[in-house]
C-alpha cells in the first residue's frame, strides 16, 4: 500500500471513530433527556429504571444520589403500604388513582429529603475521620441477630415488605443509623460541648444580672436566646401537664411574682418567672356536678438552648451546595429541602398533610 493510500485508510478510521463518538453522545443525551424529563420516578419500572447511574441529586460537587437509588428506594415504599391491610381501620391504599399518584410523589418527595440527609450525615462524618465500614455494618448486624434471633424470619420479612436482601437493608438502614450515630457523638463532644458550656455561662450571666435588681424583662430582651425575647420572655399560660417534666415541679412550687434559680431540661437552661395564676374549670359529660377543676400558671422565661444535632445538622445542610437534576424538585436553601416546582402540588401536599391522619399512605413507615 502507497503512502496516499495509507492516508486515506487512516482518514477514514478517523472519521468511523469520530462518528461512533458522536452517535454514542447524541445516545446519552436522549436517554439522559428521558431519565431526567420523562422517566416518572414514582411508577413501576424495569431493571433500567433501578439501574439509571445519572445524578439525580449532586452534593458539594463530588457527592451525588443517583436517579436508579431513588427509584429503587420509591418502590420499595410503594410495595410496603401495598402489602399492608389497613382493613380494620376502614381504609385502603391506592396508587393508581390520579390522587394516588400524587400521594406516591409526596412520598418521594420525602424520600428524597431523607436521602439528602443520609448522604449528608456521610459526607460530614468522612471529613471528621468518621468510616463505617462493611464489616462494621456486619458486625452490628449479626449482634442484633444474635441478640434477637429468627435471621431466616428477618429476611423473609424484608424481602415481603420491601424487596430487599440482607445486603440492601445493611447498605439503606444500618450503615446510615451507624453514620448518624457516631457523628452525633462526634459533634457532642467537640462542637456540642463549647455550645452547652456557653450556654451555662450566659443563663449564670442571666441570673447575676437579676440579682443585682435588672427587671426579667429587661434581660430577657437583651440576653435571652427564646423565641420570646422580643415580648420580655412572655410564654402565657400552662398547666403543669404542659410544662417540660424536668421543671414542671421547680415552677408550680414558684409564687406569684417569683423568679427561679437556673432551671436545666434536655433542650437547655431556663430563668422562669411566675407572673400569675388560675383556675381553669371544665365540665365533665354529665355538666356541672362533674367539673374539674385545674391550676394554670401563666410565665415568663429567659432560655439558653443547649447543643442540638438536629439543629447542627439543620445548619450543615443548608450551607451545601446541593443541585436538584429531576423536573419535579427544586432546591429551597432556606428550608434546607427539596420541594415541589409544581404550585398544584404543593397546595395537594398542603391539603393531603392536614388530613393526614386519616390517609394510610402518609402514615410513617
Known amino acids: 500500500m502507497d503512502e496516499k493510500e495509507n492516508s486515506k485508510q487512516k482518514i477514514k478510521i478517523t472519521s468511523l471513530a469520530g462518528g461512533t463518538a458522536l452517535f454514542v453522545l447524541a445516545a446519552f443525551l436522549v436517554f439522559a433527556l428521558w431519565a431526567y424529563r420523562f422517566s416518572d420516578l414514582s411508577q413501576e419500572r424495569g431493571f433500567l429504571h433501578k439501574h439509571i447511574f445519572l445524578p439525580g441529586i449532586i452534593m458539594g460537587g463530588t457527592n451525588f444520589i443517583s436517579i436508579g437509588e431513588i427509584n429503587q428506594n420509591i418502590l ?68 442484633k441477630l444474635d441478640e434477637y434471633g429468627g435471621e431466616s424470619e428477618i429476611k423473609n420479612s424484608l ?9 440492601e437493608f445493611k447498605d439503606k438502614i444500618v450503615q446510615p443509623s451507624l453514620y448518624k450515630d457516631e457523628l452525633t457523638k462526634w459533634v457532642a463532644e467537640n462542637d456540642g460541648k463549647e455550645k452547652n458550656e456557653t450556654a451555662q455561662k450566659d443563663s449564670q ?27 420580655g420572655g412572655k410564654l402565657g399560660w400552662f398547666l403543669e401537664e404542659q410544662i417540660s417534666t424536668d421543671i414542671s415541679q421547680d415552677v408550680v412550687a414558684l409564687k406569684k411574682g417569683e423568679v427561679s434559680g437556673i432551671l436545666e431540661s434536655k433542650l437547655g437552661y431556663h430563668i422562669i418567672k411566675l407572673d400569675n395564676t388560675r383556675e381553669n374549670s371544665s365540665s365533665g359529660e354529665d355538666g356541672a356536678e362533674n367539673s374539674t377543676s385545674q391550676e394554670a400558671y401563666e410565665i415568663s422565661q429567659i432560655f439558653f438552648p443547649k447543643f442540638s444535632f438536629a439543629n447542627w445538622l439543620d445548619g450543615k445542610i443548608k450551607g451545601m451546595k446541593v443541585w436538584v437534576l429531576m423536573m419535579d424538585y427544586k432546591w429551597d436553601k432556606e428550608t434546607g429541602l427539596v420541594e415541589f416546582k409544581n404550585n398544584d402540588m404543593q397546595k395537594f401536599e398542603a391539603e393531603i398533610l392536614e388530613k393526614s391522619q386519616a390517609d394510610p399512605s402518609m402514615l410513617s413507615f
Do not use: C, H, P
Not at 105 to 130: F, T
Not at 159 to 167: A, H, P, R, T
Not at 215 to 223: H, K, P, W, Y
Open 76 to 143: 420499595s415504599i410503594k410495595k410496603f403500604y401495598e402489602s399492608q391491610d389497613f382493613s380494620d381501620l376502614g381504609l385502603r391504599v391506592d396508587f393508581s388513582t390520579d390522587d394516588g399518584k400524587k400521594r406516591l410523589k409526596i412520598r418521594e418527595k420525602e424520600l428524597i429529603n431523607k436521602m439528602i440527609e443520609d448522604k449528608a450525615i456521610e459526607i460530614l462524618a468522612n471529613e471528621r475521620g468518621i468510616n463505617i465500614s462493611s464489616k462494621i455494618v456486619d458486625e452490628n448486624v449479626q449482634r
Open 159 to 167: 424481602d415481603k415488605l420491601y424487596g430487599w436482601n440482607m445486603s
Open 205 to 231: 450571666e442571666a441570673k447575676a444580672r437579676l440579682d443585682g435588681g435588672e427587671s426579667f424583662e429587661t434581660v430577657a430582651e437583651e440576653i435571652s436566646k427564646g423565641g420570646t425575647a422580643n415580648s
